[in-house]
């Protein structure tokens, strides 16, 4: 089979480019390549699922901006496909009176990242909203949220075989290497240059 473009490895990261590819290249023929019988068989489907809000990244690096953006797309496209979600909130809590000036720290670190409604709050809040819970001060961060991003990657499997893309299972790429060159006369020339094998 020929392609004009070739994505090696059916986990989420692969699964969400080769989606975003096929959407910007309708016209371009592609594939997805995974080793496993099953997508997002390996860290995709073994994750803590969690959909970080961006608090701890370094305010203006790209970590950040695509953190806040990201988890803000995460909820809107789990809304578009019914795919189940909590947004349970995250309390990162201080214990120890020096660690007060951490928690201020990142709290700080969180709105120059735009992180949405992050609070700082005090002992007997920390406790009315998880009652095992014991600490000074806690920054709390409502919008963390937890997913089955297994179930995400399947969706974006859907969409980009629903845009024409081609996903093979149980293909292993062993090697990838240039074609060699073909005649003038050639059909081909060097439309497909990259010749990818598998494990068969």
Known sequence: ???????????????????ELVRRHPSLAFAVLEKEKELAH????????????????????????LCVEGAALCYK??????????????????????????????????????????KLIGAKEIQAKEPFCRGLMALDSPYTGIVNYKQVAQSYAEDFQEAGGTILTDFEVTNMEMAKESSSESEDGLKYPVIVRNSK
Do not use: W
Not at 87 to 111: M, N
């Open 77 to 118: 496209y789990c809304d578009q496909k019914g795919i189940p979600y909590k947004q349970c909130g995250k309390l990162i809590v201080a214990v120890e009176q020096d660690e007060i000036p951490r928690l201020k720290a990142l709290y700080e670190r969180g709105l120059q990242n735009n992180v949405r409604g992050l």
């Open 42 to 65: 390996h860290q995709s489907g073994h994750n803590s699922g969690v959909i970080h809000s961006g608090i701890y990244y370094t305010p203006g690096s790209l970590k950040a901006k």
């Open 1 to 19: 089979s020929t392609f004009d473009v070739a994505v090696v490895g059916a986990g989420i990261v692969g699964l969400a480019s080769a989606r």
